[in-house]
């Protein structure tokens, strides 16, 4: 099992950071400022807490004022990339909510190292007005990780962060960012807007759906990233999803020899196969696509069932027949928790449910 990412967070890391900070603050007390990061409750704490409480012990051991502790933090960011490196922007989160005019260049310049995603969204929310603007003026900036983050900062559910209630109750603030960005060169930015469009999806799928279609045969890229943004749609097996991408109803397809594993052991895999056939007398070619699926009925530890779907193929059926084989692992992994019990397993195509058959979890 792949370690968790809290550890990166380690002794090494909080040496190299203790070396960047004393550099460019002589005064900094690195033994002090290590005792306080390893305190006694440091195992037990997650990732994001992690990443808080280093935060909030740079700001016990930096100069009183913020703009000072900024004028520190910003040289030392340089060294740092990616995950590890969101402690400077969740350190604008903690100390700079009252500082909108020192915090927006800070967040603006820790974006690029690192993301944030996460510490701009209690700025929006506090002065939506004004961060909006913001928002807007990053989408056009020179950098593709600062026009990501006028995306991915206003997505109204971003995981792992505080929600935008007003922009999941009407996103109308943030499409015209989303439409700044809709062609942008980064596919980094595109998959974003994809990922902002596919969160309001979840509330208003109407909306999306009319975005898609404006947005539609326009280029490749924004093909590709309207698909991306309709992924939740389509596994709900929505419609007006489907048949934007030219997936028929299945009246024609029928599901035969469905056979599956009838007890799978944690840790190993779950085999399945069955053939699909049509009996449409018409060529194969002008059936349409089919989006082939397969959902697994997870059996919970409240003893309800919790569905689960998972992509096998879209293509066009080229021959009266096909055959499919498949398995499913039930390997542990750190996003889901397997419990022994009746599962369920369906095949869908194109968004409608055509078999199903139980195994057991042992």
């Known amino acids: 099992m792949p370690e968790a990412l809290k550890h990166i967070y380690s002794t090494s890391f909080v040496s190299r950071l203790s070396r960047a900070l004393k550099k ?12 306080s990061v390893f305190c006694d409750e440091w195992q037990d704490k997650e990732l994001k807490d992690r990443m ?12 009183s004022s913020y703009k000072k502790s900024l004028s520190i933090l910003k040289p030392v960011s340089t060294q740092f990339t990616d995950l590890e490196a969101m402690i400077f922007p969740d350190f604008v989160e903690v100390f700079g909510l009252d500082d909108l005019d020192a915090s927006l260049p800070a967040l603006e310049h820790f974006t690029q190292f690192s993301s944030s995603e996460f510490a701009v969204r209690p700025f929006i929310i506090r002065y939506q007005t004004k961060m909006m603007r913001q928002m807007k003026a990053w989408a056009k900036s020179d950098n593709h990780h600062v026009r990501r983050l006028a ?7 971003l995981p792992w ?4 209630p007003e922009f999941k109750q009407d996103p109308k ?10 062609q942008d060169e980064s596919e980094y930015v595109r998959r974003s807007v994809a990922n902002n469009l596919n969160d309001i999806s979840k509330d208003h799928p109407t909306t999306v ?8 045969s326009r280029h490749a890229d924004t093909d590709k990233l309207i698909k991306h943004a309709c992924r939740t749609l389509l596994k709900q097996g929505h419609t007006p999803a489907l048949r934007l991408f030219g997936f028929k109803k299945p009246s024609h397809i029928s599901i035969s020899k469905f056979k599956l594993d009838k007890t799978v052991s944690m840790g190993k895999a779950l085999e399945f196969t069955f053939q699909i056939s049509t009996t449409a007398k018409t060529p ?15 059996f919970k530890a409240n003893g309800q069932l919790s569905r689960k779907v998972f992509m096998i193929s879209e293509s066009q059926l080229s021959a009266p027949t096909k055959e499919v084989c498949k398995r499913h692992s039930f390997k542990a992994i ?8 009746k599962h369920g397993l369906a095949i869908i195509i194109n968004g409608v449910e055509i078999s199903h058959k139980s195994f057991t979890l042992k």
């Open 161 to 164: 962060a505080m929600s935008l």
């Open 52 to 63: 808080r409480h280093i935060a909030k012990c740079m700001g016990e051991h930096l100069p």
């Open 24 to 35: 460019h603050y002589p005064a900094f007390n690195s033994r002090q400022f290590s005792r």
């Open 173 to 182: 603030h943030v499409i015209p960012i989303l439409e700044l960005l809709k």
């Open 284 to 298: 194969t070619s002008s059936l349409g696509k089919l989006r082939l699926e397969y959902a697994i009925d997870f």
């Open 151 to 157: 995306s991915e900062g206003c997505r109204p559910r």
């Open 334 to 341: 750190s996003t889901r928790k397997y419990y022994a019990g």
């Open 209 to 216: 759906i009319k975005i898609a279609k404006l947005w539609s």
